[in-house]
């Protein structure tokens, strides 16, 4: 079956051509019709700080920085 195939694609070498000219159109058709946005919106739920203070504990350092973020209600990035 496999070599049959193969076979017909030998002998037939410009449906090679072919198929590879439609399968690079039909790609180049569906990447013009994917909608893109330059700046897609989003929401952030949660937000990662990291952060090194030498000579201080973890319980120290957390605090410093818990104490700085709760006291603004806001924060503007």
């Known amino acids: ?15 090679n ?3 590879f000219i439609l399968v690079f159109a ?3 058709w ?3 019709k994917t909608p893109k946005e330059i700046f897609p919106s989003f929401d ?3 937000i990662s700080i990291k952060g090194s203070y030498s000579g201080a504990s973890v319980d ?3 605090t410093l920085v818990d104490i700085s973020i709760i ?7």
């Open 17 to 19: 051509y072919t198929l």
């Open 44 to 46: 952030l739920d949660m």
């Open 60 to 62: 120290r350092s957390r």
């Open 71 to 77: 006291s603004k209600k806001t924060i503007q990035i």
């Open 1 to 15: 079956m496999f070599e049959k195939i193969l076979r017909f694609f030998v002998e037939n070498s410009r449906i």
């Open 26 to 28: 039909v790609g180049v």
């Open 30 to 32: 569906s990447y013009t």
